[in-house]
Nanobody, 120 residues
Framework: QLVESGGGLVQPGGSLRVSCGAS????????MGWYRQSPGKEREGVAA????????YYTDSVKGRFTISQDNAKSAVFLQMNSLKPEDTAMYYC????????????????WGQGTQVTVS
């Protein structure tokens, strides 16, 4: 089980930090990331990273504004979102898998329930 927190309402240009943790240790979770989906749009990958560290993946629209970080010991991942724009408004979902490539392709073994981020 993945549990997200930290969403909310923020004005354009503001910042939010969303967090996600596994409710129990799972050996098969080696990487974690964030997806988002807004009404009428397809789900898209936002950022992902190996829990052991390394170069993260970002979708182009958030590069330079969002930063993903991880806590391997806690199987947790965080997304710091700065310079938020109205188009960042979406439900943000945490996802996890063994392989980062598969995770970035949307093939997550674990999904969270989502946390709403609204920029208005």
């Amino acid at each position: 089980q993945l549990v997200e927190s930290g969403g909310g309402l923020v004005q354009p240009g503001g910042s939010l930090r969303v967090s996600c943790g596994a409710s129990e240790y799972t050996e098969s979770i080696n990487c974690m990331g964030w997806y988002r989906q807004s009404p009428g749009k397809e789900r898209e990958g936002v950022a992902a990273i190996y829990l052991g560290g390394g170069v993260p993946y970002y979708t182009d629209s958030v590069k330079g504004r969002f930063t993903i970080s991880q806590d391997n010991a806690k199987s947790a991942v965080f997304l710091q979102m700065n310079s938020l724009k109205p188009e960042d408004t979406a439900m943000y979902y945490c996802a996890a898998n063994w392989d980062l490539g598969l995770l970035w392709a949307g093939r997550a073994d674990y999904w969270g329930q989502g946390t709403q981020v609204t920029v208005s």
